[in-house]
């Protein structure tokens, strides 16, 4: 099983500023068959990034994907007051298919 | 637009039994793989099983097989999970989620998911 370690837990960001969420995996992610959800309060995953570093559909270019192997990054060039939310990665390259245990971006 | 909408949780007693639905609006629903994927404040979101696009092939967590049958009906739409033998550690939203491809393979993504429904264990 591939365990995914994201850092850091929280981070604490105002309005306007970069935010840069890390996700480690145990072994490399098969074909970088690695995702990104975002979830908000009450609500359920939101798809943000496949492939590493493709956006889903509808998903603002403020959001970017990068990293290959083991070592994946989730950026939000510049924060809106929306993207105050928790950030899971997923690889789905293997299964058993798993999660990081999340990153909550929260507001300074 | 893209709809899942899952139904048939509540309260149970550890050793009972739910079974949870699915309905799929907006898509071909035989041409993707759907999955259940439960989320604990403890353990956040967590894999629970995938079936097929024709429902020929299934798959399971560790934690959940033997125990929880995953099945669809392609004629209705509609995606499901008999949870049987259930246990404390098995409360959680449960959401359904739609695969980008039909087959289980490496590479099927979850690009839309449901409000989920919430199984309570307790006695």
């Known amino acids: 099983e591939i365990v995914l370690t994201q850092s850091p837990g929280t981070l604490s960001l105002s309005p306007g500023e970069r935010a840069t969420l890390s996700c480690r995996a145990s072994?490399?992610?098969?074909?970088?068959?690695l995702a990104w959800y975002e979830q908000k309060p009450g609500q359920a995953p939101r798809l943000l990034i496949y492939?590493?570093?493709s956006r889903a559909t509808g998903i603002p270019d403020r959001f970017s994907g990068s990293g290959s192997g083991t070592d994946f990054t989730l950026t939000i060039s510049r924060l809106e007051s929306e993207d105050f939310a928790v950030y899971y990665c997923?690889?789905?390259?293997?299964?058993?298919?798993?999660f990081g245990q999340g990153t909550k971006v929260e507001i300074k | 637009e893209v709809q899942l909408l899952e139904s048939g949780g509540g309260l149970v007693q550890p050793g009972g039994s739910l079974r949870l639905s699915c309905a799929a609006s907006?898509?071909?629903?035989?041409?993707?793989?759907m999955s259940w994927v439960r989320q604990t404040p403890g353990k956040g979101l967590e894999w629970v099983s995938s079936?097929?696009?024709?429902?020929?092939?299934?798959d399971y967590a560790d934690s959940v097989k033997g125990r929880f049958t995953i099945s669809r009906d392609n004629s209705k739409n509609t995606l499901y999970l008999q949870v049987n033998s259930l246990r404390a550690g098995d409360a959680a939203v449960y959401y359904c989620?739609?695969?980008?491809?039909?087959?289980?393979?490496?590479?099927?993504?979850?690009?839309?998911w449901g409000q989920g429904t919430l199984v309570t264990v307790s006695s």
């Open positions: 072994q490399s992610v098969s074909s970088n068959y």
């Open positions: 997923q690889q789905y390259g293997s299964s058993p298919w798993t």
């Open positions: 492939g590493a570093s």
């Open positions: 989620a739609k695969g980008n491809v039909a087959l289980l393979v490496g590479g099927n993504y979850f690009d839309y």
């Open positions: 079936i097929s696009g024709s429902g020929g092939s299934t």
């Open positions: 907006g898509i071909t629903f035989y041409n993707y793989a």
